[in-house]
């Protein structure tokens, strides 16, 4: 993704063309996509375009400089987020395949960079950065997924003289680290399924890596009024958390106050004294599991948990309506529904900002010492 200015433009593009040519390119190996921002995002190519890697050379070097001084970053992590990495576009997230962004950029951004950042965030993405100058350095640094995983240089030609900045290497990235907090619908319109949705929890706890350090767990019924279960701190292992799990019983009663329950979480469970780590920057989730609708009102809440940074799954079966789910959840893709409780356990291939995986293996940057 490029805005560097009309002088630097062609050393960039030189660039980017030097990156590519030690790639291995194609189908089945690395796919690449390309986007120029200035006033506009403009995209050059999607992943799916081209599958030899001469064609995306040719390409890139069929680059016009846009004519804009203007450089509005924020929309342009929107249109990769929206537009580059579904499965139409040639995006392969949903196969394991990490994705990965390189950012260069020469100054910066007019515009609000934070949703775009909390979207690419939200997908797994990896971001890099290449600063060229000063003035572009802190705002890369804030949307990288590390510091670390930006380069700075005074100057374009600076870049381009450095011979190849990027070494293509297989890395292990670390394990994730969560707050999640399981927000169950204990009302009669779960009723009988309490065993698919306690299986359902069990799978999610199943693929992560719980302890204090790394996932922390909660868990909590709501219906007319609100029950912990319990909280982040409560269990310090797996075993404890499944246990627990399983000794669930439902509350009963035919009413649902969905927006209180969200309200109460808020208050109660992602607060340090529950064990919540949100203070410290670990991520926050939240995974509300219902059968029915609310009675109150919901929207006003959910979006408060949103502004908090809390990333809200709604997941529902039965007669809880899917445009409900939708606006609970932190963005509509986010909300899953099934007719059946038994069909729970199919959301999870859609799960990959959760990591189940221990490990994910990637082709990454890395950046010379000389930085």
């Not at 987020?81 to 990965?100: F, K, N, T």
Request: some cysteine; aromatic content about 8%; overall charge negative.
């Amino acid at each position: 993704m490029l805005s560097i200015g009309a002088d630097n433009f062609h050393l960039v593009s030189d660039l980017v063309i030097q990156v590519i040519e030690g790639l291995d390119i194609g189908r089945d190996a690395i796919c690449v996509t390309l986007i120029v921002y200035g006033a506009d995002p403009e995209i050059q190519f999607y992943l799916n375009s081209y599958d030899n890697k001469e064609s995306v050379l040719s390409a890139i070097r069929g680059l016009k400089y846009p004519g804009c001084y203007e450089v509005i970053l924020g929309a342009a992590l929107e249109e990769v987020a929206d537009s580059l990495l579904g499965q139409d576009a040639g995006g392969r997230a949903e196969e394991g395949v990490p994705q990965v962004l390189v950012v260069i950029s020469a100054g910066k951004s007019t515009d609000d960079v934070s949703q775009g950042e909390r979207a690419l965030k939200l997908a797994s993405v990896y971001t890099f950065g290449i600063a060229v100058g000063d003035s572009a350095t802190a705002q890369l640094e804030a949307i990288s997924t590390d510091k670390s995983f930006v380069l700075s240089a005074p100057d374009a030609r600076t870049v381009a003289s450095m011979g190849p900045i990027v070494d293509v290497t297989t890395v292990h990235t670390q394990r994730v680290v969560r707050d999640i907090v399981f927000l169950v619908d204990g009302s009669n319109y779960v009723g009988n399924n309490l065993q698919p949705v306690l299986d359902f929890i069990t799978e999610v706890v199943n693929r992560l890596d719980v302890r204090p350090e790394r996932v922390r767990i909660g868990l909590m019924q709501f219906a007319e009024r609100q029950l912990t279960e319990f909280y982040l701190n409560t269990h310090s292992t797996k075993q404890d958390v499944l246990s627990a799990i399983a000794q669930l019983r439902l509350m009963g009663g035919r009413a649902l106050n969905t927006g209180a329950a969200l309200q109460y979480a808020l208050n109660n469970h992602f607060h340090p004294k529950a064990g919540s780590r949100r203070r410290e920057g670990i991520q926050q989730v939240l995974v509300l599991i219902t059968g029915g609708p609310s009675q109150d009102e919901v929207k006003g809440i959910a979006d408060r948990v949103a502004l908090e940074g809390i990333l809200t799954f709604a997941v529902g079966a039965g007669q809880v309506e899917d445009r409900f789910l939708k606006t609970v959840a932190f963005v509509e893709n986010l909300a899953y529904y099934k007719i059946n409780f038994a069909d729970l356990s199919s959301v999870f291939k859609y799960w990959s900002c959760l990591d189940f995986h221990e490990k994910h293996r990637f082709v990454t940057s890395k950046w010379w010492s000389s930085q």
